[in-house]
């Protein structure tokens, strides 16, 4: 994960707690210039995402991302 703030490529979890029992909540922050930010991971469903040939996950049309600042 990149810093959104300087590109940096290192962002450190400070903390991590379950927000509900579906989803993480974890605070990150930049190890160059101190940015924080959270970010809830969730499960997607079966079929939501896939793995392309280079190794990198893909969302499926139909799916968003969300961005929580």
């Known amino acids: 994960m990149r810093c959104a703030n300087c590109d940096h490529e290192r962002i450190d979890v400070e903390r991590t707690c379950h927000d509900t029992a579906e989803s993480i909540l974890r605070k990150r922050k930049c190890?160059?210039?101190g940015?924080?930010?959270f970010t809830v991971e969730v499960e997607l469903p079966q079929g939501a995402a896939m793995h392309?040939?280079?190794h990198l996950l893909r969302r499926l049309p139909g799916?968003?991302?969300v961005?929580?600042?």
């Open 31 to 33: 190890s160059n210039c």
């Open 35 to 37: 940015y924080s930010v």
């Open 52 to 54: 392309s040939h280079r």
């Open 63 to 65: 799916f968003l991302r």
């Open 67 to 69: 961005h929580f600042s």
